[in-house]
């Protein structure tokens, strides 16, 4: 038996959903990470600083007694937000970041942005504060193929941004591609991204090859193996820009298993275990506290968890639920597509 133990880890990009599901996932996520950064893509989205407090209160409602979770806000950027309501709610430590989505990228973007210029105010007083951005990368041109979007993003959307606002900071969320890795490696300050522990995992071939896979399809879409080799060596690096990102967002099965289904991985429930096979295998199992535990927080200005994790290791595979339940129906976990060995045990 090996064990490892790291720093309790951080989730900096995680969808929690509200009601129902909400109930069933958030213990999935608390049971591991201390802090996560949630995503504001509900209907309706989470704006104001009002949204943001009731929608943490809803969560904190759903968090075990003994869990110790703390959910990280954050507002949904729309062309009418508010700029001193943003940053009056990051000034308070309520909120941490803001979260562009191009309108129609993802699920629940419609609120979203359409033109840069329309929400410039608000991000110049941002990088002022120094208040980060997140980023969901990618075009929503219908004349760009879905596998360019990401890439198309960096050099027509962010370059030109980042080059009008060099002091605001940018996180580019579950980066899928080289041409964001290498983006991120390439620029100078205030640029990091975060990785998502399917993106390490599966490439396009799992969601396509031998019959289509709706539990893979997410987007930003897993693209060519080649992008998802160079993402594995970004991720063990142990670069300070990078850092772990599940994007865990839940979806009923129905509404997965569908002629027109939706994006999203559900991986809270295993993720630490595929993280520690994705760097063991890698050799990198010293890199694994960095990722998950130490680049994140520094980002967000914050203390790295008091506590610690201890990840073990058996010969024997360790089994994982194939479904989690909730009071709406089944939502079906990440399968890597191969047996895990490590588990979770609570320190
Ligand atoms: C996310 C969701 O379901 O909210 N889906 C996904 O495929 N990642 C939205 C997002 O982060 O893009
Ligand atoms: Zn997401």
Known sequence: MQTLTIRKPDDWHLHLRDGAVMQAVTPETSRDFGRAIIM??????????????????????????????????????????????????????LVHAVKLYPAGATTNSQSGVRDIET????????????????????VTDPAIDIFDREAAFIETVLEPLRARLPELRVCMEHVTTR??????????????????????????????AGGIRPHYYCLPVAKREEHRLALRKAAISGDARVFLGTDSAPHLDPLKESACGCA???????????????????????????????????????????????????????????KIDTDEGPITLFDPGFDLHWSVTRD
Request: with cysteine; charged share 20%; hydrophobic share 40%.
């Open 40 to 93: 504001p893509n509900l209907v309706p989205p989470v704006v104001t600083g009002a949204d943001a407090r009731a929608y943490r209160e809803r969560i904190m409602a759903c968090v075990p007694e003994g869990d110790g979770f703390s959910p990280l806000m954050t507002l949904y950027l729309t062309e009418t937000t508010d700029a001193a309501d943003v940053i009056a709610s990051y000034r308070d430590g």
């Open 119 to 138: 929400v410039l105010p608000v991000l110049e007083k941002m990088a002022e504060a120094g208040m980060p951005l997140c980023v969901h990368g990618e």
């Open 179 to 208: 041409d964001g890795v290498d983006y991120v490696m390439a620029a100078d300050s205030n640029l990091v991204c975060t990785l998502t522990t399917h993106h390490l995992i599966i490439n396009r071939n799992h969601i396509l």
């Open 264 to 322: 999203g991985v559900f991986s809270a429930t295993n993720t630490m275990a595929c993280l520690a096979h994705v760097f063991e295998e890698e050799g990198a199992l010293d890199k694994l506290e960095a990722f998950a535990s130490l680049n994140g927080p520094r980002w967000y200005g914050l203390e790295p968890n008091g506590g610690t994790m201890t990840l073990t290791r058996s010969d024997a595979p360790v089994s994982y639920p194939d």
